[in-house]
């Protein structure tokens, strides 16, 4: 059986490598985007066979699976924060759908679909968490994309009787983190936090160890049909427990720490998720004014099914994760 995963670069791709060769798994092929990916896949996971391509690319797609006669994927291709609108939909829609269609012709006998939070939106108050099963109210046009990329991978596999399992993530935290995360910890440990309103906000957080090992058990787990599992640690925080957390993290690594944060009037948030809405609407995508518009909203869920289905373990210490972020980051010359 060869396991397939895209993606294989990303924050979660990485964790989840580096998982597949403590359990010494063998016969992976690994998709990743760029030339420059190769070396670090092949670091992370010796003998995995690496091929580049674009996800959307309908005969990359077809190389990655060619000559398979029996596989299993995990698929954690996406974009999240893209140069242009009209990416959202080619990488998370179409890739998804080109990925599974490939899997399904090549013996396809599991699907783990790595999705998001984003294709239930936000929690219409901050006392609210999302159950497993929730109607789809996508945010904004990386959540609509996401919201298509399952419904292509839920319907192909149910046409075909092929069980799969839809992991939907978080805010990721942990090793692997990229430059945006690294410079979330810099402006918090500096006291430059943007925190609108008053921070009572709650937001679910996943450190990327435990989604990785999330999707190894999805991948072992004995369940039938396809379903959503959120993962996620056992609770949500306040914008302020966060915010508390990622301080006492940094002053256990030896970092300074300025207190406080720069608090912005709760209007702000709303006017923020407008212009990025309008921004969408005209087909450009501002990174800064996307997440601001996100900062005062509520994003929980509960992780009782997937503990109950999938045997998984959320993390209960955000200290613990984020001195392993901090960590992380200044053994690899981040600037946290």
């Avoid at 915010?243 to 300074?256: H, M, N, S």
């Avoid at 996307?290 to 109950?308: P, S």
Wanted: charged share 20%; aromatic share 8%; glycine share 10%.
């Amino acid at each position: 059986m060869t396991l397939v995963v895209t993606g294989a670069a990303g924050w979660f791709g990485s964790a989840f490598l580096e998982l597949l060769a403590q359990r010494d798994a063998a016969d992976v092929r690994a998709l990743v985007h760029s030339p420059s990916d190769v070396r670090a896949v092949t670091a992370r996971l010796p003998g995995a066979r690496v091929y580049v391509g674009d996800v959307s690319s309908e005969q990359d797609v077809a190389d990655l699976f060619e000559g398979l006669a029996s596989c299993e994927v995990v698929h954690a291709a996406g974009v999240i924060h893209p140069a242009a609108v009209a990416q959202f939909d080619r990488v998370n829609a179409v890739g998804s759908r080109l990925v599974v269609q490939q899997a399904l012709r090549h013996g396809l006998r599991r699907f783990v679909h790595i999705s998001s939070n984003s294709v239930v939106g936000t929690n219409p108050t901050a006392e609210e968490a999302f159950r497993d099963h929730e109607p789809y109210h996508p945010y904004l046009e990386y959540g609509a994309s996401k919201m298509r990329g399952e419904i292509e991978v839920t319907s192909a596999l149910e046409a075909a009787g092929v069980p799969g399992v839809v992991l939907r993530p978080p805010w990721f935290y942990g090793r692997f983190q990229p430059e945006r995360q690294a410079r979330f910890l810099k402006t918090v440990r500096s006291g430059r936090f943007p925190l609108i309103g008053g921070g009572g906000n709650r937001r679910s957080m996943v450190d990327v160890d435990r989604l990785a090992t999330a999707a190894w058990l999805a991948l072992e787990a004995d369940t039938s049909g396809v379903r959503p599992y959120w993962i996620a640690d056992a609770q949500p925080y306040t914008m302020t427990e966060i915010l508390d957390a990622v301080r006492q993290a940094a002053r256990l690594e030896g970092l300074a720490v300025t207190d406080g944060a720069m608090r912005l009037p709760a209007i702000v948030g709303p006017l923020a998720y407008r212009v990025d809405a309008t921004l969408q609407r005209l087909g450009r995508y501002q990174q800064e004014i996307h997440v601001a518009g996100e900062l005062d909203k509520t994003i929980a869920c509960r992780v009782d099914g997937a503990v109950r289905d999938l045997g998984f373990e959320p993390a209960t210490d955000l200290v613990a994760g984020m001195r392993r972020s901090y960590r992380w980051g200044l053994d690899n010359g981040q600037d946290v």
